[in-house]
């Protein structure tokens, strides 16, 4: 494992390292660019540098007037400033520690003097690395290269104290074992096994972010595998039932994050048991609509797969412009055929199905001579039924139909149509 990857970045930072250097500080590159270094990971080009310093945001903010494009301070009481110079952000914080006061659903900021102290308080010992600038020296006080080469997850401090600090940790330790391929060192997993019920106090948004990163990785299994194992799955997800069932299903169900958390709560009652569930957790309600969705068409295809093409039609309607996640769905959860290419086909066949209708409430209106009111959802939805039933239709055709259909029920209903 190697750091000369940073040279250009060293580089490009002397500047700014400089004239921290000019005031008696120093300046470390902090962040997930070291680890990525490390494992030979691509680093990209457009990325955001992250800087940790011993001087507080007074001198920073002095620091970088004069050097910086532009600068701004909205962090400032966290101890961060952020300045862009050319293409490049930066975000400078000075030294600190953060921890959870008793009541609190976000962590207070305490600034701390050395590099150290600022690693020690970082989650876990692959990222409480950092290289000093501009020399490039490689300052990893708790081993975390070390535990790189051997595929390791450890906390900087005793995991209690690690995940007291910030309890989101516990979570996103599930997304590193996942990411990086790592394994989960005994005294962690026994932390967040007994502190699983501390991630209560984390705020909402912050523990969806952390879902959705692990949901979109490309194979979140083992990460899921420490939530169930520690009791941190119901917390986020609710009572999603049987661990190793929801694993084994969602190790086939693909890539899409939507489907992938509709078959990990396949197990929970019924599609709107999930729903509630994602609901009761602060999900946010398309999510949970959308899994409501997947849930119920991936059902009611495992149960009867659809035959004809107007069923197929109806069943891709339903499924709310879920349908591919709904028979990715589906076919994790029991036997659909030839599901997946009949949709496919459907779909390119008759682009229109999701479409506004061929003929709007103000055309129907002004075709059948009627008022606003319940006729006229009535109109159109017996247009929506003959065109699952027929297939796409012309203006001329839908008009043609409608004026038939209300001929009908004017002869059954002479009074009674209009109102």
């Known amino acids: 494992m190697s750091l000369e990857r940073l040279g250009p970045i060293r580089e490009e930072a002397r500047e700014l390292t400089g004239r ?4 008696g500080y120093r300046v ?11 494992l030979g990971l691509p680093l990209g080009t457009a990325l955001d540098l992250d800087l940790t310093t011993d001087a507080q945001p007074p001198a920073v903010k002095s620091i970088l007037e004069g050097w910086a494009d532009t600068l701004w301070t909205q962090g400032e ?6 300045a862009r110079k050319g293409d490049r952000r930066f975000e400078i914080t000075t030294h600190r520690t953060e921890r959870y006061q008793p009541g609190s659903r976000k962590p207070a900021v305490v600034f701390a003097d050395a590099v150290e102290a600022d690693l020690s308080r970082r989650d876990f010992t692959i990222n409480a690395m950092a290289v000093e600038l501009p020399a490039g020296g490689l300052v990893d006080p708790f081993g975390g290269a070390g535990d790189l080469a051997a595929g390791r997850l450890r906390t900087p401090l005793d995991p209690e104290a690690t995940f ?8 996103r330790a599930a997304r590193f074992l996942a990411q990086f391929r790592l394994a989960a060192d005994e005294s962690l997993v026994a932390a967040i096994g007994a502190m699983a019920d501390r991630l209560a106090i984390v705020a909402d948004e912050r523990i969806r972010d952390e879902l959705d990163r692990l949901l979109a990785l490309p194979d979140p299994v083992s990460g ?13 997800l609710g009572p999603a039932g049987d661990g190793s069932s929801a694993l084994e299903r969602l190790s086939r169900s693909g890539r899409d994050p939507i489907t992938r958390l509709a078959v990990l709560l396949a197990d929970m009652g019924t599609p709107a048991d999930a729903q509630a569930a994602l609901l009761e957790r602060r999900a946010p309600a398309a999510l949970s609509r959308a899994v409501f969705a997947v849930l119920a068409a991936a059902r009611r295809a495992v149960e009867q797969q659809p035959r004809t093409l107007p069923d197929l039609r109806r069943w ?3 499924a709310g412009g879920f349908a591919a996640q709904s028979v990715a769905a589906a076919a994790v959860l029991g036997d659909v055929g030839t599901l997946a290419a009949e949709v496919k086909s459907l779909i390119e066949a008759e682009p229109d199905l999701f479409g506004p209708p061929v003929l709007d409430g103000d055309e129907i209106m002004a075709l059948l001579g009627l008022n606003p009111g319940p006729a006229v959802g ?4 017996e247009l929506r039924r003959h065109r699952l039933d027929s297939g796409p239709l012309t203006p001329e055709e839908a008009r043609g ?19």
């Open 20 to 23: 921290f250097a000019a005031g």
């Open 28 to 38: 470390y590159l902090v962040g997930g660019i070291v680890r990525d270094a490390m």
């Open 77 to 82: 009481r966290f101890g961060t400033v952020g």
């Open 164 to 171: 007291s600090d910030d309890p989101l940790r516990m979570l």
């Open 224 to 236: 899921f595998a420490l939530l169930f194992e520690t009791g941190l799955a119901e917390q986020v």
């Open 316 to 318: 891709v309607v339903d």
């Open 378 to 381: 009535a109109a159109v939805e």
């Open 401 to 419: 139909h409608l004026l038939e259909w209300q001929r009908l029920k004017v002869s059954e209903h002479p009074q009674g149509f209009r109102t």
